[in-house]
């Protein structure tokens, strides 16, 4: 089983890392890091992290698995023909086109979430209805082979779902101890319906970056 | 703030990735990707991925914080004298020394946990003892300045517990609130008391890799 995270700059680390994660420990899957060209990527946040683009999108022109992180470079890619057409041709073989975060406006672009429901991050839901998708908060949204994830973290639960689909319940459950993922947040802040309002007008004031790409 | 997180060959991706993704959204936070050797580790998860040592440990001796990864790739760590000399001496200004997963082993074999309580990945929990500290299945445990977490993704609990003490808890929140963590497994098999007993068993059969370094 092929799996290609694709691998860009100013994406989220968490986004991709979190299926990543997860979904390595899949039997018999290899994991494809692709991108547009060889060499390491720089992740968006401050310095960000460096991550290595193994393959570039040509070389894995039919994975079984798709996964397209999110992040402020997102909306560079959107007008990317190259890579754009490898996601179209790489959907049309696929037996899982994911995303995580806004990931998830770069499907929309490609026009694959047109009258589907979609989620992205909270921040991004308007953005997501703007490509035809009927957005909602929902945190892992299947539609067909389709899968859509809510912002950064929600990968991890969107690829234990993916797992248990691609393997079965017992396997997913294995792979979710291995990692211990008992999460146990030291607040309940994780979503706009119950962080502090400050905390959600703070991001929605610093949310121009996030959409548009410029700070 | 110079927050130092170690990045070494065979380490777990998200141990390290978790927290970076919560710490470096700290106001003012800088953070050092720090290796023993420039360029590339790979992480443990088959080919794992690509991740880049920007800077020597001896270029950051003085950081203000401290996270240490786990990984398979631990063990190997353990008898080299360079990086201990280096946790040794960063813990003495350090304001506070934190792991994730089996990088607890790595305080311990420096002699930091004696005494104390700490925790590690669950199937590691034996060795910790191996080094005078007092395992416990809690996910994140806080004995002054040190912290140790859980398995891999307990990082993200550890880092949002740690920005809390850092800056407060409305930053900690808005910083959950933008990465989304209001995690919603599928499962509730994250810990070896809820998992089914296949999956632990059959992760237990396969632990000796993870204790060893040794497949």
Redesign the interface.
Known sequence: MDIAIAAFENM???DA??P??VL??LPD???H?VGLAPG?VRTE????????V?ELIEEVPNPDIIVIPGGHGEHALRDNQRFMQWLLAAHETSTWTTSV?TGSLLLGAAGLLTGLKATS??LALDTLRDFGAEPTLE??VEQGKIITA?????G??MA??LA?RVAG??V???I????????????D????L???K???E??QASSRFLLTGQP
Request: proline share 7%; hydrophobic share 45%; glycine share 10%.
């Open positions: 989220a680390a968490l890392i979190g990543f994660e390595a420990h899957a290899t994991i890091w390491m946040e401050g310095a960000g992290v460096g991550i290595n193994d975060c991050h909270w945190r892992v809510a912002g950064v973290s929600s991890i639960d234990l779902t248990a319940d017992l997913a459950q294995t979710q101890l291995g990692i211990e993922y008992d999460p146990q947040p030291p607040f802040a994780g979503s706009p119950k962080a502090p400050e905390s959600v703070f991001l």
